[in-house]
């Protein structure tokens, strides 16, 4: 199927450059322009006329992920929960990334010689695959390089992200490839937003990891070990734990004990603004999958990792 322009069904939106290819057997230009990709994946309009694609699995959980900044935003289990939060000062108008959801971190996590936190977040992802396996949709997204992301980072890259939802798991695959004649180096992350209870919130799995603590100086982190069988959150907290575990257990004081497993994000950071952001930093925490250590590509070689939240 040819690619085909959001807008062309969604006449209000500017994105010229979003386009749509879908290899699901049986879709046709006159689903799409019913707006349903698969069964249980649907694009709708969002917040800010942003264009969105929400998954809806049997089990009547749901997610919703949108193209800009390839960003989850939303993931809600059968209870009707939301376990992710976005933060009240995000803005949904296609110029800053969205605060909050899973954020991308490419090429780039934190600060650095580009923008905070890199571009990926800040750019329009496109629809490439979309499918219903057994009731549990999954959508993937594709992000390559442009005059954007070439202004500050002069290289060919795919990245390929994978989002599949079941009754009580959010899966994702983040595929990097090297489309360059050189080669290329970056760190990323996903910068897992949580709604949580932050006096109550707690994380397990963490003891006996070397850690690069920001606080109290962000731009001069103190090296040191975790000794602690449950981190929580007592104030600012701004941390990296070097070489974490593949499975952690986050206890959002909400209730709710979920299983954050991961393959190949070596890196662990544990996040909470405080006082910074009075109004709503006790309404979350955020732990993220990270690759802290610089990935090396040679051409057309890729790195692979995925996360599997889930809850009990």
Partial sequence: MPAISVASFFPTLTYSNLRLRSRTVGVTFANLRQETLSFGVQITEGTGKLPKVVLTSDHGSEAEVYLFGGCITSWKVVNGKDLLFVRPDAVFNGQKPISGGIPHCFPQFGPGPLQQHGFARNMDWSIVGSDN?????????????????????????????????????????????NTDNKSFSFSTALHTYFHASVTKASVKGLKGCNTLNKDPDPTNPVEGTEDRDVVNFPGFVDCIYLVAPSEL??????????????????????????????NCYQDFVCVENAKIGKVQLEPEQSWVAEQHLSIG
């Fill in 249 to 278: 257990q986050l206890d959002n004081g909400l209730g709710d004990l979920i299983s954050i497993k991961n393959t190949n994000w070596t890196d662990c950071v544990l996040w909470n603004p405080y006082l910074q952001m009075e």
């Fill in 133 to 177: 396996v057994e009731g549990n949709p999954l959508i993937t997204l594709e992000l390559r390089d442009g005059p954007y992301s070439r202004s500050m980072w002069d290289f060919s890259f795919r990245a390929l992200y994978t989002v599949k939802l079941y009754s009580r798991r959010l899966s994702t695959e983040l595929i990097i490839t």
